[in-house]
């Protein structure tokens, strides 16, 4: 009774995940019929059980992992969850926001949380079906110049571990020192002391993504993970933005 469905974190049918995972080429073609089947089999157990089972997928925010998926795979799930954040990182040239929700002006090709959800309504999702995913972490880049507060700044390297990799906790960037900014405009938030940049979402931006997701009648939020907000800070500004 603990159990009351399946998400499939492939990451991701298109390729461009881990380095040293397993790839083959007919992973984007089998990724729908693999779905079609977990569908399959959870409609069997309800029947057997009388209990409705949900089936969700999470879906890449990237441009080209999202060329993977079709139009069938929002017809077999109840939701899926696009991930609105890894936008850029320690492979990056430039310091950038990983999570930002429309591109800033500063950069207006970069990829956001907006561009992402689109590319999902135009195959042929239904906005209901669609959940956005917020980070509970920032990542981050050392020496780093002032020009533009630190941002789209080529950094000398990425920030010293502090979570996994190059990363920190909300919880622990909440604390840190240094001027803090908010783009409201492209959704973005950052810190700069003057040498490191950290890029994460605060409060604040989650009031701004609820009201994305409340505007386009997307089906709502979620976050990774919940290890980094402990105090469930995050967690309530999610739940009071979709209010």
Not at 25 to 49: I, K
């Amino acid at each position: 009774g603990v159990f009351d469905g399946i998400d499939l974190d492939w990451e991701w049918p298109g390729g461009g995940g881990q380095p040293g995972n397993t790839v083959h080429p007919d992973d984007a073609a089998n990724f729908t019929p693999l779905v079609a089947e977990f569908r399959r089999q959870l409609d069997a157990l309800s029947e057997e059980t009388g209990q409705e089972y949900t089936l969700s997928v999470s879906l890449p925010g990237g441009a080209e992992q999202s060329a993977a998926y079709d139009a069938e795979l929002f017809e077999l799930v109840d939701f899926a969850t696009v991930q609105g954040y890894d936008f850029a990182g320690p492979w990056s040239e430039r310091t950038a926001h990983h999570s930002n929700l429309h591109a800033p002006g500063s950069d207006p090709d970069a990829n956001s949380v907006d561009r992402a959800v689109q590319r999902y309504l135009d195959l042929g999702a239904h906005p209901s079906r669609l959940v956005v995913g917020v980070p509970a972490f920032g990542r981050g880049w050392q020496g780093v110049g002032p020009e533009g507060a630190g941002r789209g700044q080529v950094p000398e390297a990425p920030a010293e571990d502090a979570y996994d990799g190059p990363t920190m906790a909300f919880a622990d960037l909440e604390e840190r020192e240094g001027r803090r900014f908010l783009d409201e405009e492209a959704g973005a938030y950052w810190i700069y002391d003057g040498d490191t940049w950290w890029t994460y979402d605060n409060t604040d931006v989650i009031t701004l993504k609820g009201e994305y997701v409340r505007d386009r009648g997307l089906g709502g939020l979620m976050m990774w993970n919940l290890d980094m907000d402990p105090d469930g800070t995050l967690v309530r500004a999610m739940d009071e933005s979709l209010d």
